[in-house]
């Protein structure tokens, strides 16, 4: 998942008198009566009210009061804003804003063009004393503290909270978390587990006592764990301990809806009753979500609907678009109905890498499809054929407030980095992060090196939030080229047993709970170092005395997709 994010994505400003030009800056001759901000979805040239305030900056957008969109919350003119506070010196520095000067180091957070880096060459040397603000993170929520006379290096020493249990969240490092207790492809012909890996029932492989997986995630330095089909899959019973535990630990939970294919692609009433059975099952407290749960992953990959036979003509991207939208619809419906406070969550919807064009024709490229898709859609909902039971500024203030763009992908970072980030801009103030980093076929050094990357960018930049590692362990049950991704393996000795575990698509019963190991004999030389790559790239480690590894005889591992064991 993952610091994941935030107060709201839009850079609000004070209204002021200064009327240079910058680049994410509203510019007015004279101080507006009306609050404003910057919205960068207002570039993409369908209708907003509200855009154009300035009258010379399309993505300048007035906000607070009818007919505009709810203001974001304040971050004010003259702080930089980071999403977590960087080790580099920083400063505010109005000479960025004069075209005639020296531009090096400006634009240091990706949102203040005078937030400027200091203090290092090629950089120019810090002021004495810099206003910056202290950032507190919350969840996934970003708060600003006073602005007042430091350092930045002041400021990190400062830049510490806590709030509803959870420690402050940086960059996302997050682990997908989808580990059935199988032993071999097809779970040997006799059915497969749940997938809702939260149910209580699998309580004696993600906590303690048991194996504790969740420990384990934190261990090699994760601070979320990403799910998949923790809402909409009908399983019964308490979910809450799972979040109790990950809050335990320090681990944001990116709870994913399961992901399926809607009644002529509308998501509204199923996504709504998901949602509501969600917060009878322990995914709220004293009437708001849960203080682990940093983001609802709406959809998985919804761009494979197109190629449903239902949806016509065949391949067409408003079907999948529907579907997220009346997704976002009933989640939304739930919590005005139950009247649970939206707090710090985060909404997402995680897109495929595959090379797509959005559904208004407007963007081309693996994954930024998608994003462009949600601007569209929220901004016209009859391109995808929706009327939402929202009302329009309800939807407008959900995107703007929480919404952050996710893809998946298999890809070397620099390569995924020099896609997305070259066309970026339009979707700010949004960021975005890697729901899966599959890493398929990467020896041990290229996996660290992307993820070291992927963290420092994330720290410097807003616009980019981190990255899952897919996935924590094997899945022996997809068997195939499914198994290139896991971190762990699975030995031989049974170390415990889940309770009943079981969901509307399979039956009631019990599994083992295998110990965990390292090796992943199936892949080749460094490739099979996968653990090892993310302890070293997060400054965490593998702790194999744990009672959670394999010991002795019992360190035989389960070879490839069958059930025969390796020496």
Same mark, same amino acid.
Request: net charge negative; proline share 5%.
């Given at each position: ?63 607070? $009061? ?95 909270? $806590? ?19 199988? %032993? ?87 996504? +709504? ?11 709220? $407290? ?75 024709? +407007? ?19 009859? %391109? ?22 996710? %893809? ?16 970026? $801009? ?96 199936? %892949? ?44």
């Amino acid at each position: 998942m993952a610091r994941c994010l935030i107060k709201s994505w839009a850079v609000f400003f004070i209204a002021s008198s200064q009327s240079s030009v910058s680049l994410l800056n509203c510019s007015f001759a004279g101080k507006p009566a009306d609050r404003y901000f910057w919205d960068g979805t207002c570039e993409n040239g369908l209708a907003h009210i509200g855009c154009n305030a300035d009258g010379v900056h399309m993505a300048c957008r007035w906000c607070g $009061k009818e007919p505009y969109p709810a203001c974001p919350q304040a971050n004010l003119v003259g702080r930089c804003f980071f999403l977590d506070t960087p080790a580099s010196q920083y400063a505010w520095d109005e000479r960025c804003e004069d075209p005639a000067s020296d531009h090096t180091g400006c634009y240091a957070d990706g949102v203040h063009m005078p937030c400027r880096w200091c203090g290092t060459a090629p950089y120019p040397a810090c002021p004495e004393a810099t206003s910056v603000a202290t950032t507190v993170e919350v969840g996934l929520t970003r708060s600003t503290s006073t602005t007042v006379p430091q350092t930045s290096h002041e400021a990190s020493s400062t830049s510490s909270a $806590k709030t509803g249990g959870m420690p402050p969240f940086s960059t996302l490092r997050g682990i997908c978390y989808g580990a059935l207790p199988c %032993l071999g492809e097809g779970c040997g012909g006799g059915g497969l587990p749940s997938e809702d890996m939260v149910q209580i029932g699998y309580k004696k492989q993600w906590g303690h006592p048991g194996r504790d997986d969740l420990g384990t995630m934190v261990q090699l330095g994760a601070n979320a764990v990403r799910l998949y089909h923790s809402l909409g899959l009908g399983a019964q019973g308490y979910h809450g301990a799972f979040l109790d535990r990950a809050e335990e630990v320090g681990l944001h939970v990116m709870a994913g809806f399961h992901t399926r294919a809607c009644p002529k692609f509308n998501c509204f009433s199923m996504w +709504k009753a998901a949602t509501l059975l969600g917060f009878e099952q322990g995914f709220t $407290k004293y009437s708001r979500w849960h203080p682990a749960v940093g983001a609802l992953i709406l959809l998985n990959e919804p761009d494979f609907f197109d190629y449903n036979p239902s949806c016509q003509p065949f391949g067409s991207s408003w079907c999948h678009v529907k579907a997220a939208l009346s997704a976002l619809d009933g989640v939304l419906a739930a919590e005005r109905e139950a009247g649970i406070d939206a707090g710090h969550v985060k909404l997402t919807i995680t897109w495929s890498f595959a090379m797509r064009t959005s559904v208004d024709g +407007k963007v081309t490229g693996p994954g930024v499809f998608g994003f462009q898709d949600m601007v569209a859609g929220i901004a016209n909902p009859s %391109l995808a054929h929706y009327s939402p039971e929202s009302s329009r500024a309800e939807l407008e203030t959900a995107f703007q407030t929480r919404w952050i763009h996710g %893809l998946n992908t298999q890809a070397p970072w620099s390569f995924v980095d020099q896609m997305v980030s070259s066309v970026y $801009k339009q979707f700010l103030p949004n960021p975005w992060f890697i729901g899966e980093y599959g890493a398929n076929g990467q020896v041990q050094a290229v996996i660290q090196h992307d993820l070291e990357a992927m963290q420092k960018r994330a720290s410097r930049n807003a616009d980019f939030l981190g990255a899952a590692v897919f996935q924590f362990e094997t899945a022996y049950w997809k068997g195939g080229s499914e198994m290139n991704f896991g971190l762990f393996s699975v030995g031989v000795q049974k170390i415990a047993e889940t309770d009943e575990v079981c969901d509307s698509k399979s039956s009631c019963r019990k599994w083992p709970v295998n110990c965990l190991s390292t090796d992943l004999p199936w %892949l080749p030389g460094s490739m099979a170092k996968r653990a090892e790559a993310v302890a070293a790239a997060w400054n965490g480690s593998v702790d194999r005395h744990s009672t959670s590894f394999c010991r002795g005889s019992a360190s035989r591992r389960l070879r490839g997709s069958s059930q025969h064991l390796y020496e």
